[in-house]
Protein backbone atom coordinates (compact mmCIF):
# COMPACT_ATOMS: atom_id res chain seq x y z
CA UNK A 1 0.00 0.00 0.00
CA UNK A 2 1.81 3.29 -1.09
CA UNK A 3 0.84 6.61 -2.37
CA UNK A 4 3.22 8.47 -4.79
CA UNK A 5 2.85 12.20 -4.71
CA UNK A 6 4.45 14.15 -7.62
CA UNK A 7 4.23 17.22 -9.67
CA UNK A 8 6.35 19.93 -7.72
CA UNK A 9 9.06 22.49 -8.89
CA UNK A 10 9.83 25.82 -8.84
CA UNK A 11 7.63 28.31 -9.68
CA UNK A 12 7.30 32.01 -10.32
CA UNK A 13 4.74 33.87 -7.89
CA UNK A 14 1.42 33.98 -10.41
CA UNK A 15 2.72 30.74 -11.64
CA UNK A 16 0.89 27.51 -11.49
CA UNK A 17 1.60 23.92 -10.31
CA UNK A 18 -0.71 20.74 -10.91
CA UNK A 19 0.42 18.18 -8.21
CA UNK A 20 -0.60 14.75 -8.61
CA UNK A 21 -1.60 12.03 -5.57
CA UNK A 22 -1.49 8.32 -7.00
CA UNK A 23 -2.29 5.06 -4.89
CA UNK A 24 -1.11 1.93 -4.94
CA UNK A 25 -2.01 -1.74 -3.20
CA UNK A 26 -5.70 0.21 -2.76
CA UNK A 27 -8.50 2.22 -4.50
CA UNK A 28 -8.39 5.57 -3.47
CA UNK A 29 -12.01 6.53 -4.80
CA UNK A 30 -13.19 4.95 -0.73
CA UNK A 31 -11.18 6.60 1.30
CA UNK A 32 -10.95 10.81 1.92
CA UNK A 33 -7.69 12.24 0.36
CA UNK A 34 -5.84 14.98 1.75
CA UNK A 35 -2.72 17.26 1.04
CA UNK A 36 -0.32 18.54 3.64
CA UNK A 37 2.16 21.00 3.54
CA UNK A 38 5.41 21.50 5.65
CA UNK A 39 7.79 24.42 5.43
CA UNK A 40 10.83 25.08 6.58
CA UNK A 41 10.58 25.58 10.54
CA UNK A 42 6.75 25.48 10.45
CA UNK A 43 3.96 22.84 11.59
CA UNK A 44 2.49 20.66 8.99
CA UNK A 45 -0.53 22.51 7.16
CA UNK A 46 -4.28 20.96 5.96
CA UNK A 47 -4.17 22.11 2.51
CA UNK A 48 -7.31 20.32 1.11
CA UNK A 49 -9.50 17.45 1.85
CA UNK A 50 -11.98 15.55 -1.11
CA UNK A 51 -14.59 13.35 0.06
CA UNK A 52 -15.08 9.77 -1.23
CA UNK A 53 -19.07 9.64 -1.35
CA UNK A 54 -19.63 12.59 -3.32
CA UNK A 55 -16.36 14.35 -4.44
CA UNK A 56 -17.14 17.54 -1.78
CA UNK A 57 -13.93 19.12 -0.85
CA UNK A 58 -12.78 21.17 2.15
CA UNK A 59 -9.83 23.97 1.78
CA UNK A 60 -7.81 25.74 4.44
CA UNK A 61 -8.27 29.72 4.32
CA UNK A 62 -4.61 30.22 3.23
CA UNK A 63 -4.99 28.62 -0.10
CA UNK A 64 -9.14 28.94 -1.03
CA UNK A 65 -10.23 30.29 -4.23
CA UNK A 66 -6.61 29.51 -5.62
CA UNK A 67 -6.64 25.68 -4.94
CA UNK A 68 -8.07 22.92 -6.82
CA UNK A 69 -8.58 19.62 -5.10
CA UNK A 70 -10.10 16.95 -7.88
CA UNK A 71 -9.95 12.92 -8.15
CA UNK A 72 -10.02 11.18 -11.34
CA UNK A 73 -10.59 7.47 -9.96
CA UNK A 74 -10.34 5.45 -13.45
CA UNK A 75 -6.43 6.87 -12.88
CA UNK A 76 -6.45 6.05 -9.24
CA UNK A 77 -5.73 9.67 -8.42
CA UNK A 78 -5.69 12.86 -6.50
CA UNK A 79 -4.99 16.01 -7.84
CA UNK A 80 -4.20 19.60 -6.32
CA UNK A 81 -4.48 22.45 -8.77
CA UNK A 82 -2.54 25.07 -7.50
CA UNK A 83 -3.16 28.84 -8.96
CA UNK A 84 -2.06 32.04 -8.39
CA UNK A 85 1.23 31.06 -6.18
CA UNK A 86 2.72 32.76 -3.83
CA UNK A 87 6.37 32.95 -2.22
CA UNK A 88 4.74 31.37 1.07
CA UNK A 89 3.51 28.67 -0.55
CA UNK A 90 6.40 27.22 -0.59
CA UNK A 91 6.88 24.18 1.27
CA UNK A 92 6.99 20.25 0.76
CA UNK A 93 3.45 19.00 -0.44
CA UNK A 94 2.25 15.66 0.79
CA UNK A 95 -0.95 13.25 0.45
CA UNK A 96 -2.50 11.56 2.54
CA UNK A 97 -5.21 9.13 3.79
CA UNK A 98 -6.61 7.05 6.83
CA UNK A 99 -8.36 3.92 4.87
CA UNK A 100 -10.92 4.25 7.45
CA UNK A 101 -12.97 7.85 6.53
CA UNK A 102 -14.61 8.37 3.63
CA UNK A 103 -15.62 12.07 4.69
CA UNK A 104 -13.55 14.80 5.66
CA UNK A 105 -15.03 15.42 8.62
CA UNK A 106 -14.21 18.50 11.01
CA UNK A 107 -10.80 16.99 12.19
CA UNK A 108 -9.82 16.56 8.63
CA UNK A 109 -6.71 19.07 9.02
CA UNK A 110 -5.13 16.79 11.65
CA UNK A 111 -2.42 14.98 10.49
CA UNK A 112 -2.53 12.77 13.07
CA UNK A 113 -5.45 10.84 11.69
CA UNK A 114 -3.43 9.93 9.22
CA UNK A 115 -1.40 6.80 8.68
CA UNK A 116 -0.56 6.66 4.83
CA UNK A 117 1.07 9.38 3.43
CA UNK A 118 3.05 9.65 -0.01
CA UNK A 119 6.91 11.00 0.11
CA UNK A 120 6.18 14.66 -0.61
CA UNK A 121 6.89 16.75 -3.42
CA UNK A 122 8.78 20.12 -2.74
CA UNK A 123 6.77 23.54 -4.39
CA UNK A 124 9.28 26.45 -4.56
CA UNK A 125 7.53 30.11 -5.38
CA UNK A 126 10.20 32.22 -5.89
CA UNK A 127 11.65 34.90 -8.30
Known amino acids: VQLQASGGGLVQPGGSLRLSCGASGFILDYYRIVWFRQAPGKEREGVSC????????IYGDSVKGRFTISRDNAKNTVYLQMNSLKPEDTAVYYC?????????????????????WGQGTQVTVSS
Open 50 to 57: INSIDGST
Open 96 to 116: ATDRLKSLCDSSWYDSYEYDY
